[in-house]
């Protein structure tokens, strides 16, 4: 959720309806960040935060020992039925609690320990069930962490024989391991931008990269940290990213530690909820329930600004002889673009009644909670250029702004597949919202030169822990040539007027990038054509905006409403979602029935290309893999390829992930040949995109190693 709930919009839509007109043109003048949030800091009474707080109650996030002890005997009803399995699948049948979805038994027992309250039984308790759990997953380690949490919360002593008998397993088990295959390394990259690049400044681009040497395609173009980030909660009502991931550095674990102030926090280890503590959630744990309830981008706009000193409104270093680009991210993030006077006067007060009621909450929270309010200065940081000044409300509205241009969704791949299977299925799911100051600075194109790839987790030493961006060039860049990066809409999948219509309402400028400016446009064929005709089945034509598909057949010129497509379409999609959720429950006899119907009534509703036939088909690949049934898998998969190809481009991230999946598929059912003919350009596209030593590279390398030797000893 990016913008404030739906109440809350509603909320303050109603108070601006009910100013006096003089108070909104009064607002309407203000031109300025600092004048802006005076103004609507002016309005915001005490009524305003309670109706905040009332608002999201709903979202509360409170320690309940009542409620940890609910979740523990559901976790116990799970354990007792063995759902090891299906726990760590995500897809137990057991209910938390009345309204929620099947829940995993992991995922059960930690919700106990995040509801639970500091020093209280059920804590102890639920870490033990918890290294239960663990250990019949054959998470030992972990197990045995687990174990040790219980001791220091109190686990009562005439129990710990029990846990002392599960440690010792695991210590057997642990030292059973055997270390001879280690891992590759990872590749080493060095933070910052590239010493083949460099920032510029004209009035017409603004900030914008620029290639000083040539760079290779596959080259490191800037490594970066983000200035903030915000983990995405999920909006349904079963467990989802913010339950399955640390909220400092994103790691995904099932052993996660909570927060001992609220039930939302929780992260991956120690290190990471002390460092998450120092950095912000001292002042955000009160304020957590009003955080969710205002959306994702208030919570990273005050993340950031709790993070930055005040400063002036001085003059952009763009702009003055000092450089374009200061080392000092702080300022490089204050003078991103926010457009104050391009958005609407009901957004702009949007926006400012929620960073001053925000604000005005962060002061009562109890706490010297404001780390910065006013003047405040920086001895010996090197620092004196620059005049710190202003309020925590103004830097609030002004990330606020930015971050409606300037947000990076953050997306990692989640796996998909089915319990056991030997082929990876994943899907990207986005995880996060960051901002990051150089990235922030590449202009866009919708035929870009660069691929973003995500990374997240600790690293070995705690300072390096967290999430990074790598841009790297997907194609040769030369000298003098402009760093571009896609927003979002693609030449790939869109046509020039729907992109540079979404452009203009999102970033307030009209694209005139190569792809924008090109006479002759190569229409993306998602878009373009209607399937196939009812009667003859010839295909069909979108009728300019007359709302009809026409037959091509001179014969028949049938006419076909664009509501039956969108009704038939929305029909194969549920149909596709039931068959994954067949899948998963490993009954793919069942949901190859579902697919193959779904994928009949495809053929007639839409073209080849069309990205459900590419889904349908990739489901289809799973089912059989399920099966064993290896080549009508890959022949399937070769399918939803030629429709990723079409919809993303021959020498996309997302075209060498589907080769990697062909790749395993051809090798599990030992076509050599195939599998070698695939390989190489399945390494080619990952290296190009996500470096030479991503998992998926290493898993291809040994792949290709083990057929080449089968090759040697058939011919020997």
């Not at 308790?125 to 109190?154: I, T």
Request: charge should be neutral; proline fraction near 4%; charged fraction near 20%.
């Amino acid at each position: 959720m990016d913008l404030p709930c739906v109440p809350w919009q509603d909320y303050v839509a109603q108070r601006w309806v009910g100013l006096d007109q003089d108070v909104k043109e009064s607002f309407k003048s203000e031109c300025e960040i600092d004048g802006v949030f005076r103004c609507a800091s002016a309005l915001t009474a005490e009524q305003d935060v309670e109706e905040m707080d009332s608002i999201s109650a709903g979202f509360r996030a409170d320690k309940d020992a009542d409620q940890a002890a609910a979740s523990r005997e559901s976790g116990n009803s799970s354990f007792k039925a063995r759902n090891y399995s299906a726990a760590a699948l995500h897809y137990s049948q057991v209910r938390s609690s009345p309204g929620t979805q099947s829940t995993p038994l992991i995922l059960i027992g930690f919700q106990g320990i995040c509801l639970a309250p500091k020093g209280s039984p059920q804590l102890s308790l639920c870490f033990a069930n918890r290294s239960a759990a663990l250990y019949h997953l054959h998470r030992y380690q972990e197990s045995l962490d687990d174990m040790d949490r219980a001791g220091r919360s109190g686990y009562p002593a005439h129990l710990s024989a029990k846990l002392e008998a599960r440690r010792a397993s695991c210590l057997q088990h642990l030292s059973a391991v055997t270390h001879s295959s280690a891992s590759q390394p990872d590749e080493e990259l060095t933070f910052g931008l590239s010493p083949r690049a460099e920032v510029r400044f004209s009035e017409g681009k603004g900030r914008h990269l620029l290639a000083t040497a040539s760079i290779a395609a596959g080259e490191v173009v800037l490594h970066e940290r983000p200035h903030g980030c915000v983990l995405v909660p999920s909006l349904t009502a079963e467990f989802g990213t913010e339950h399955r991931r640390c909220h400092l550095c994103l790691r995904e674990t099932l052993c996660l530690v909570p927060c001992e102030g609220c039930s939302y926090a929780r992260y991956c280890s120690a290190a990471c909820k002390e460092a998450a503590w120092e950095q912000h959630h001292c002042w955000e744990c009160p304020l957590t329930a009003p955080l969710r309830a205002l959306g994702v981008l208030s919570h990273l706009a005050l993340r950031v600004a709790l993070k930055s000193r005040p400063l002036a409104s001085a003059s952009d270093p763009a702009r003055t002889g000092a450089g374009v680009f200061h080392e000092d991210p702080e300022v490089n993030v204050f003078h991103l673009l926010h457009h104050l006077n391009s958005i609407s006067c009901g957004m702009r007060f949007l926006c400012a009644a929620t960073a001053a009621a925000l604000c005005r909450k962060l002061r009562g929270a109890g706490r010297a909670a404001v780390p910065w309010d006013g003047p405040r200065t920086e001895a010996g940081s090197g620092r004196a250029g620059w005049r710190a000044q202003g309020s925590l409300g103004s830097a609030v509205l002004r990330h606020l702004l930015q971050l409606r241009c300037n947000a990076q969704a953050v997306v990692a791949l989640q796996d998909a597949g089915v319990a056991r299977s030997s082929v990876q299925s994943s899907r990207e799911v986005r995880v996060a919202t960051a901002l990051f100051s150089t990235l922030s600075l590449l202009n866009h194109s919708c035929r870009p030169n660069t691929s973003l790839v995500f990374g997240t987790g600790p690293a070995v030493a705690s300072s390096e822990r967290g999430v990074t961006a790598t841009i790297r060039a997907s194609t040769a860049i030369r000298p003098g040539q402009e760093i571009l990066h896609c927003y979002g809409p693609h030449s790939c999948r869109m046509l020039t007027q729907q992109r540079q219509r979404l452009l203009q309402e999102q970033y307030f400028f009209l694209c005139r990038c190569e792809a924008c400016s090109t006479a002759e446009e190569r229409h993306p064929r998602s878009d373009h054509g209607g399937g196939r005709c009812g009667g003859c089945e010839s295909a069909l034509e979108r009728c300019g905006d007359s709302g009809e598909y026409l037959c091509v057949a001179p014969s028949c010129g049938r006419r076909s409403p664009v509501s039956d497509r969108s009704e038939g379409l929305q029909a194969i999609q549920r149909d596709l979602v039931k068959a994954v959720d067949l899948l998963e429950a490993d009954r793919p006899d069942e949901a190859l029935r579902l697919l193959q119907h779904a994928s009949r009534r495809s053929a007639l509703a839409v073209e080849e290309t069309h990205p459900i036939r590419g889904e349908l088909a990739d489901a289809t690949a799973r089912a059989f893999a399920t099966k064993g049934e290896w080549q009508k898998a890959a022949s399937h998969l070769e399918l939803s390829a030629a429709v990723v190809g079409a919809q993303y481009g021959e020498a996309s991230i997302e075209m060498g992930r589907q080769l990697f999946k062909l790749a395993q598929l051809h090798f599990n059912g030992g076509a050599r040949r195939a599998a070698l003919a695939v390989i190489p350009e399945a390494k080619h596209l990952l290296r190009l995109h996500c470096g030479p030593h991503c998992p998926e590279v290493t898993e291809l390398q040994a792949m290709e190693q083990c057929l080449q030797e089968q090759n040697s000893t058939f011919s020997s």
